[in-house]
Nanobody, 119 residues
């Protein structure tokens, strides 16, 4: 199972970005998908996660500004980020947990995409 993240870039404070993460490979189920971020000198932290049924969970710091969604038919995860702040600057990683077609559990990370919020 592989994850390919995209959509990062440079944006001004108050702006918006949309991240995408496409999963591929021997996927049987994707139970939970999530976005994490890691700023320089900080630990990786959960930004938002979503179950296969659509239940979402957000970090307090992004509630009301970020929206996570997934397209189960395309095995793709999205993160719509609005009202971006300089403190949102980080490398964003997607994560997926589930089972392969051989019924083996997996826990995979994408390669990370850099989001820079600066004027």
């Amino acid at each position: 199972v592989q994850l390919q993240a995209s959509g990062g870039g440079l944006v001004q404070p108050g702006g918006s970005l949309r991240l995408s993460c496409a999963a591929s490979g021997s996927i049987f189920t994707i139970n939970v998908m999530g976005w994490y971020r890691q700023a320089p000198g900080n630990q990786r932290e959960l930004v938002a996660s979503i179950t296969s049924g659509g239940s979402a969970n957000y970090a307090d710091s992004v509630k009301g500004r970020f929206s996570i969604s997934r397209d189960n038919a395309k095995n793709t995860l999205y993160l719509q980020m609005n009202s971006l702040k300089p403190e949102d600057t980080a490398v964003y990683f997607c994560n997926a947990k589930g089972r392969t077609t051989a019924w083996s559990p997996y826990d995979r990370w994408g390669q990370g995409t850099l989001v820079t919020v600066s004027s």
